[in-house]
């Protein structure tokens, strides 16, 4: 029993955040102020019982948004399992063990435990280095902010071996649920070491993009693909449209082609993002819209 309990425990500080979500069929927060002992009966039903679980990572200390663990969640079909090694082995290179777990689909999350908490900017950032470092997304690296607005928890994610699971699926592979987490507790990451990532992060920045704003455009004359995506950004050709990231992507590239300028552009992305809801509400919200912006005038070739 004292074993039980002890298992139960580790796994519980593995993955301890802020705040804890129902994932069984969509997410649903839990609680925004969890108290240990309710975080434990989670944990314990998501493990042994029918309702798995997610969990915020974010949560304060001393005025400081902290985590104590870092994540990536590679959803890029088959290609992820290779992203998922190479990140891996980078990390290992440094002295830092990772966890490649199979997620729900054909993805796969990466995860790193911390022996302390650290600072979510240095976690996410250390996490941003080492994908970038091997050619890995970034898209969904976690924890995916770095402070809160008063009210918001964040972005959740699914914990590894729940109970109700694919076969081969959410679970380290070759490790079963006691082996998997003595081990994770033995090889948690200092912060010493993990800080050592921040260097891959300074090193992989890229330089401040210099666009020629030549475009003086502000009306909402769209046309071709900015056109379609503003009239129906919900679909595509009759199929609804699930990747809004990319939406507001393609929406963005188009009106930089047809000669909007960078703040135009950016005001309307906003704009449409009001509408399909991807960075609304988010303390970042503002940064990642410009730097979606910033990324499309970088992939497009204004006329002379």
């Given at each position: 029993m004292a074993?039980?309990k002890?298992?139960l425990?580790?796994?519980?500080?593995?993955?301890?955040?802020?705040?804890v979500?129902?994932?069984?069929?969509?997410?649903?927060?839990?609680s925004?102020?969890?108290?240990?002992e309710?975080?434990?009966?989670?944990?314990?039903?998501?493990l042994?019982?029918?309702?798995?679980?997610g969990?915020?990572?974010?949560?304060?200390?001393?005025n400081?948004w902290?985590?104590?663990?870092?994540?990536v969640d590679?959803?890029?079909?088959?290609?992820?399992d290779?992203?998922?090694?190479?990140l891996?082995?980078l990390?290992?290179?440094?002295?830092?063990?990772?966890?490649?777990?199979?997620?729900?689909?054909?993805?796969?999350?990466v995860?790193?435990?911390?022996k302390e908490?650290l600072?979510?900017?240095?976690a996410?950032?250390g996490m941003?280095?080492a994908?970038r470092?091997?050619?890995?997304?970034i898209?969904?690296?976690?924890?995916?902010q770095?402070?809160?607005e008063?009210?918001?928890?964040?972005?959740c994610l699914?914990?590894?071996?729940?109970?109700i699971?694919?076969?081969?699926?959410?679970?380290?592979?070759?490790?079963?649920?006691?082996?998997?987490?003595?081990?994770?507790?033995?090889?948690?990451?200092?912060p010493?070491?993990?800080?050592?990532l921040?260097a891959?992060?300074?090193?992989?920045?890229?330089?401040?993009?210099?666009?020629?704003?030549?475009?003086?455009?502000i009306d909402?004359?769209?046309?071709g693909?900015?056109?379609?995506?503003w009239?129906?950004p919900?679909?595509?050709?009759?199929?609804p449209?699930t990747?809004?990231?990319?939406?507001?992507?393609?929406?963005?590239?188009?009106?930089?082609?047809q000669?909007f300028s960078?703040q135009?552009?950016i005001?309307?992305?906003?704009r449409?993002?009001?509408r399909?809801?991807?960075y609304?509400?988010?303390?970042?919200?503002e940064?990642?819209?410009r730097?979606?912006v910033?990324?499309?005038?970088?992939?497009?070739?204004?006329?002379?």
């Amino acid at each position: 029993m004292a074993r039980v309990k002890q298992l139960l425990e580790d796994f519980a500080t593995l993955h301890e955040g802020g705040a804890v979500a129902s994932v069984k069929d969509k997410v649903h927060p839990l609680s925004k102020n969890v108290t240990p002992e309710d975080y434990l009966e989670y944990v314990a039903e998501h493990l042994n019982g029918d309702t798995p679980i997610g969990v915020y990572p974010l949560w304060q200390r001393n005025n400081v948004w902290m985590v104590n663990w870092a994540a990536v969640d590679l959803d890029e079909g088959d290609i992820s399992d290779v992203h998922a090694d190479n990140l891996v082995a980078l990390l290992a290179k440094m002295n830092i063990t990772a966890w490649k777990e199979p997620s729900r689909s054909k993805g796969y999350h990466v995860w790193v435990y911390l022996k302390e908490a650290l600072s979510a900017t240095v976690a996410r950032n250390g996490m941003i280095g080492a994908c970038r470092t091997v050619d890995v997304p970034i898209r969904e690296v976690y924890p995916k902010q770095t402070s809160l607005e008063k009210g918001k928890i964040g972005n959740c994610l699914r914990l590894p071996y729940p109970k109700i699971r694919t076969k081969g699926r959410q679970v380290v592979a070759g490790y079963n649920l006691n082996e998997f987490v003595e081990a994770a507790m033995e090889s948690r990451t200092t912060p010493s070491v993990y800080r050592k990532l921040l260097a891959l992060h300074r090193a992989t920045e890229p330089a401040p993009l210099r666009i020629k704003d030549k475009g003086t455009r502000i009306d909402g004359e769209f046309q071709g693909v900015a056109k379609e995506i503003w009239e129906d950004p919900t679909s595509k050709r009759g199929k609804p449209v699930t990747d809004r990231s990319a939406t507001l992507l393609a929406f963005a590239g188009s009106l930089i082609w047809q000669e909007f300028s960078i703040q135009a552009t950016i005001d309307w992305v906003r704009r449409l993002d009001d509408r399909v809801g991807k960075y609304v509400g988010r303390a970042d919200r503002e940064t990642r819209i410009r730097e979606l912006v910033e990324l499309a005038a970088s992939r497009v070739q204004v006329r002379d």
